[in-house]
């Protein structure tokens, strides 16, 4: 009987390595899952409502659509491996992560779930940075820009050592920020979520005063989307902080050519 993941013998390889398989397979299946219904929710359901926010006219290759499903295989794996390697540091009383909710105030739950937000907008903004480098690009992040025309499968669909780099700041930052265990879940969702949206074609987020504002703090399809097709601007994950700071936010930098 394979070892539940709660009662995980680390001593047992079989059974770390089937638990890693396992995860991996839960992983895929979430991902092609929300993928699904969120492609059919927006492009079949809603179609009609939504047609005039689609990002690109042109039909997605099935070729194109099969390579993103073997590479976000893959990532998933990868993904299982880093989910694994957090229980292990938390069996050892490595991480700060904490079940009782009145181990610290009530308000720093929603705070923690900023803090790992933004910790994590950071890292990746500046690794995102660094793997449009000519020397590394075309080792690591290449693979993620074929396809410039982005989908709901493309979320996941990165070069293994692009995954490991992504996968690599949950170990670390639950070893030096506290969070409650739910805490986790939600970033966890939160991540699914917005990949999914940035990815997925079609903008979604609201229009009008309220809308501008909105998406001049957070990252949504039509960025990422200026991503994909600009290269090198947007490099963003959740806000665009540093996106402004660095003063390479795709529309700023069109604004100021016209000056």
Not at 191 to 206: D, F, K, L, Q, W
């Amino acid at each position: 009987m394979i070892t539940p993941i709660e009662e995980l013998d680390f001593s047992n390889l079989f059974a770390v390595v089937v638990t890693i398989f396992l995860l991996a397979f839960f992983v895929f299946i979430r991902y092609l899952f929300f993928s699904g219904v969120y492609h059919f929710f927006f492009f079949n359901l809603f179609k009609k409502k939504f047609q005039k926010r689609f990002l690109s006219k042109k039909k997605l290759k099935r070729k194109q659509l099969l390579k993103e499903v073997y590479w976000s295989t893959i990532s998933g794996f990868i993904f299982a491996v880093f989910m694994v390697l957090c229980y292990y540091l938390w069996t050892i009383n490595a991480t700060l992560i904490y079940a009782d909710i009145t181990t610290y105030s009530l308000w720093y739950v929603p705070l923690s779930i900023f803090l790992f937000l933004f910790l994590q907008d950071t890292y990746y903004y500046w690794a995102h940075r660094w793997m449009h480098h000519p020397k590394v690009y075309r080792y690591v992040h290449l693979v993620h820009h074929k396809s410039i025309h982005t989908s709901v499968l493309t979320s996941f669909s990165f070069h293994p050592l692009e995954t490991i780099l992504q996968a690599f700041f949950l170990p670390i930052i639950i070893c030096i920020l506290p969070m409650h265990f739910y805490a986790i879940i939600a970033v966890l969702t939160i991540m699914t979520i917005s990949a999914t949206i940035n990815h997925a074609g079609v903008e979604i987020y609201p229009s009008g005063k309220f809308g501008k504002w909105f998406q001049r703090i957070f990252i949504g399809a039509t960025h990422h989307d200026k991503h994909h097709t600009q290269f090198n601007y947007n490099y963003g994950l959740y806000f665009m902080f540093w996106d402004n700071v660095m003063k390479t936010e795709f529309e700023e930098k069109k604004i100021n050519s016209k000056n």
